[in-house]
Every structure is written in C-alpha cells, then in structure tokens.
C-alpha cells in the first residue's frame, strides 16, 4: 500500500518539477497569449533555442504542453486553459506570500498608474460606452489569438508612430500579458509623456480569464 501512495505522490510531483523552473514559468506565460514557435519563445524569453527546447520538453512530459507541426515548424501550445489557471493561481499564491515579490511589483509601475483594485466589470462596461480606450499591447498574432473584450490592438512597439489615431479626450487603459510583463507599463509612460490620461491593467488575458470576465477570440 505504502509503494502505491508513494507512486501517487510522485506523479502529482511531476508537475511540481516541472513548474520549478523560472524560465518555464515564463514559457508557460508566453504560452498563454497563445501557440508559438520554439524560436519565437526563445526570442521572447531571451533564451538560446537549444535552452527553450529543454524547457519544453520538461513541460511536455509533464503533459502541461502540446506540440503540432506546421509545416517545417513546430508550433506549442498550452495543454488546455487550465494549465494557464495553474500560472495565475501559483503566481496569486508567490505574490500573497512573498514580501520580495510585492516590493518588485511595486517597483514595476509608478504611483497612480495602475488600476489594480477596480472593478473589472466597470472596465468593461465603460470601454463598451467608449468612455474609455482600452489598449491591447502585445504583438498583433497574441490580440488575434485572444484579447479583453472591446479592446483594440496596438502593439507598444507601434505606439509612438501611431499616437495620432489615439483621441486625448479618452482615458487610456493599457495592459499586456499580466503583471510581469512590462509593455503596458512602457505604453503608459509614452502615454503620459504626451498629454493622455493613460492607466495601467495588470491584468492579461489569462488573468481575466482566471476572474470569469469574457474573452474574445
């Protein structure tokens, strides 16, 4: 009985090992904007190709990920939704526990440029009556893969030659692919420095997805 417990246990352990990796941590965020090329996640991770392939096979042996080919390309993909649940409960857990993790965040958006404690579902209801912009930051295959309803793609790395189709006399509400990742809080700073009124959602896709808001594919 003991040796059957103990296979039990391990199993579930799997997992665990699996997650216990800074750098698959973020392969699995990545992977929740939704399915990319081996060299895409390298690129994105800062990673060698060589290394990213090491991870995703971890991760897939855990059965955490899935693989299809396309062509000469391998493209991976999440094993479901609930793999991206996993993330944002096991970062939940890291960031209510974790001083070091809290002082971080904070450090990551300036004062009063956040809206971390809104209420999502005002978000929406005032980005549906257009009193507010919200801003789809990331590149443009992760908005069409998935995206907040009512939001409009506008990658950070278009922003400054597009700012003229942005109207000043709307708040901007910008967000990215959750709270590690930088691109809505770099969107706001431009923002603020030309005159918008600009915030910034912590929230991605599998955030709000975690929160049981509607997403649109």
């Known amino acids: 009985m003991r040796q059957i ?3 039990l246990y391990e199993q579930v352990a799997r997992i665990g090992k699996a997650v216990a990796s800074p750098k698959r941590l973020e392969l699995i965020e990545l992977l929740c904007q939704g399915e990319k090329t081996v060299e895409a996640l390298a690129a994105q991770a ?5 290394l990213a392939s090491a991870h995703l096979k971890e991760l897939r042996m855990a059965r955490l990920v899935q693989t ?3 062509g000469k390309y391998v493209l991976y993909r999440l094993a479901s939704t609930s793999v991206a649940d996993l993330w944002v409960t096991l970062r939940g857990e890291a960031e209510e526990r974790l001083v070091e993790l809290q002082v971080a965040l904070a450090n990551l958006v300036a004062h009063g440029d956040d809206l971390e404690g809104i209420d999502r579902k005002s978000i929406l209801e005032r980005a549906a009556s257009g009193e507010v912009l919200v801003l789809d930051v990331r590149p443009a ?6 995206h907040l ?3 409009r793609s506008l ?10 189709e942005l109207p000043k006399d709307t708040p901007v509400v910008a967000y990215c692919r959750g709270p590690f990742c930088l691109m809505a809080r770099d969107a706001v700073e431009l923002l603020r420095k030309r005159g918008y009124s600009a915030f910034h ?3 991605g896709v599998a955030e709000w997805r975690a929160r049981g808001l509607p997403i649109e594919q």
Not at 46 to 50: D, R, Y
Request: hydrophobic residues 35%; proline residues 6%.
């Open 68 to 70: 299809r080919k396309d």
């Open 155 to 164: 990658p950070v790395d278009e922003l400054k030659k597009r700012l003229a």
């Open 201 to 203: 959602l912590a929230d």
């Open 46 to 50: 800062e990673i060698s190709v060589k």
């Open 149 to 151: 309803p009512h939001a």
């Open 5 to 7: 417990k103990s296979f």
């Open 141 to 146: 295959d992760e908005y069409a893969t998935a």
